[in-house]
């Protein structure tokens, strides 16, 4: 039986933090270098991730599904190292039907304390909405319209057709607008 997570000794706590250590580095290595060319930037992403749930345990907040938990701190940094490193590629045109980009949706950052909040709620919904896409249109969209890749590139890194990765990404598109359109009228109307 496994002792409340606040009752946790250091020992415990270490004793789990180094089985998720060790069960999911090579996957979660793998994964983060699947989308991170650079092998230092891809090292780094594992380290805060792992230093991440280091930092949980040490301030009592136990983490229950670690693997789930892991992969979704690894794929923000992945995302947070992309906006730095390309802030424009969400500009792209390589959006929706519309001709919209996700950029073009989103509350200005700069736009003051409750455009930034109507944003992070927004990035939020998005981030709940990917996840209930099936992985590979889920790949297929963060690759191309958060990570900026070309479908050539993708199609190069995957081995899929352009058109297999188009149809996915539309299917994408279709699932998010209708999974988002609740909270951006909401906005729109603000």
């Given at each position: 039986?496994?002792?409340?997570?606040?009752?946790?000794?250091?020992?415990?706590?270490?004793?789990?933090?180094?089985?998720?250590?060790?069960?999911?580095?090579p996957r979660l290595?793998?994964?983060i270098r699947k989308h991170v060319a650079d092998t230092s930037e891809a090292e780094d992403i594992l380290q805060d991730v792992f230093y991440e749930l280091l930092e949980a345990y040490r301030l009592m907040k136990p983490v229950e599904h670690v693997t789930a938990w892991l992969f979704r701190?690894?794929?923000?940094?992945m995302v947070d190292l992309f906006r730095r490193k390309k802030p424009s590629s969400l500009n792209n045109p390589v959006s929706a039907e519309d001709g919209d980009t996700l950029e073009d949706l989103l509350p200005s950052a700069d736009a003051g304390p409750e455009a930034a909040y109507?944003?992070?709620?927004?990035?939020?919904?998005?981030?709940?909405?990917?996840?209930?896409?099936?992985?590979?249109?889920?790949?297929?969209?963060?690759?191309?319209?958060?990570?900026?890749?070309?479908?050539?590139?993708?199609?190069?890194?995957?081995?899929?057709?352009?058109n297999t990765l188009l149809s996915r990404k539309h299917y994408a598109v279709l699932h998010l607008r209708q999974s988002l359109q609740t909270i951006y009228e909401d906005f729109g109307r603000k």
């Amino acid at each position: 039986m496994n002792p409340i997570p606040g009752s946790w000794t250091t020992i415990e706590q270490d004793q789990l933090i180094s089985e998720a250590l060790e069960r999911d580095r090579p996957r979660l290595r793998s994964f983060i270098r699947k989308h991170v060319a650079d092998t230092s930037e891809a090292e780094d992403i594992l380290q805060d991730v792992f230093y991440e749930l280091l930092e949980a345990y040490r301030l009592m907040k136990p983490v229950e599904h670690v693997t789930a938990w892991l992969f979704r701190v690894a794929r923000n940094r992945m995302v947070d190292l992309f906006r730095r490193k390309k802030p424009s590629s969400l500009n792209n045109p390589v959006s929706a039907e519309d001709g919209d980009t996700l950029e073009d949706l989103l509350p200005s950052a700069d736009a003051g304390p409750e455009a930034a909040y109507a944003r992070n709620l927004l990035l939020d919904a998005l981030d709940e909405a990917l996840e209930e896409l099936p992985e590979a249109q889920r790949e297929v969209f963060i690759a191309h319209e958060l990570m900026g890749q070309s479908f050539k590139e993708i199609s190069a890194e995957t081995g899929l057709s352009m058109n297999t990765l188009l149809s996915r990404k539309h299917y994408a598109v279709l699932h998010l607008r209708q999974s988002l359109q609740t909270i951006y009228e909401d906005f729109g109307r603000k």
